[in-house]
């Protein structure tokens, strides 16, 4: 995957940005939007700052996935763990395919919340992802309790395939096809740097 992207969203009118995360530079951040009471239920990584500092440093090390730092006109404000399946705990769910891709996210500044922020991030993410040409699908498997973010992936064109039971909770599994992504928004400049 390449490290970073950022493009202009039509509808925001602002600068949507992924880079790839800087342990150093991002800890702290990535630690306190851990603690929100928005993500606390989901993620369960509301640990100790030691504690949490070596999941982080682990999670960096995991060579099947890609931690970014999702930024709005430059602010750090959301985190993305975009990964392949092949190597995931989730690919034993489905039947799934060599570039087949996943994502997670989180948007943590809570500045950002409720403002329509999430499905354009989503829409960014997907496109990036799919710049892997060989990617047919992304994934994502959130807690089946989040409804909030199943409807802006099904905004975003994923589709509902079945519950699955993972070792952290349970989750629906949700397909996004390039076929589908690409009917829904003809990319919608999605696909290019800006």
């Known amino acids: 995957m390449n490290s970073e992207c950022m493009i202009i969203d039509q509808d925001l009118k602002q600068a949507i940005a992924f880079r790839e995360l800087d342990y150093d530079k991002d800890l702290t951040n990535v630690f306190l939007w851990m603690h929100q009471q928005h993500v606390i239920p989901y993620w369960q990584l509301n640990l100790p700052f030691a504690e949490f500092s070596n999941h982080l440093k682990k999670a960096l090390e995991d060579s099947h996935q890609t931690l970014y730092i999702g930024e709005i006109d430059g602010r750090p404000m959301s985190y993305w763990e975009a990964y392949w399946v092949k190597g ?9 395919e060599s570039f087949d891709q996943g994502i997670h996210l989180l948007i943590g500044d809570p500045q950002f919340l409720g403002k329509g922020y999430a499905l354009p991030l989503l829409k960014a993410m997907v496109a ?17 309790r989040n409804d909030k973010m199943i409807h802006i992936f099904e905004k975003c064109g994923f589709e509902a395939v079945k519950p699955i039971e993972l070792p952290d909770k349970t989750g629906l599994l949700m397909f996004c096809t390039r076929e589908n992504f690409e009917k829904r928004w003809s990319y919608g400049g999605y696909n290019q740097e800006r």
């Open 88 to 96: 995931d705990v989730v690919e034993t769910c489905y039947d799934a």
């Open 128 to 144: 990036f992802q799919f710049r892997q040409e060989k990617t047919n699908k992304v994934i994502a498997e959130p807690d089946i």
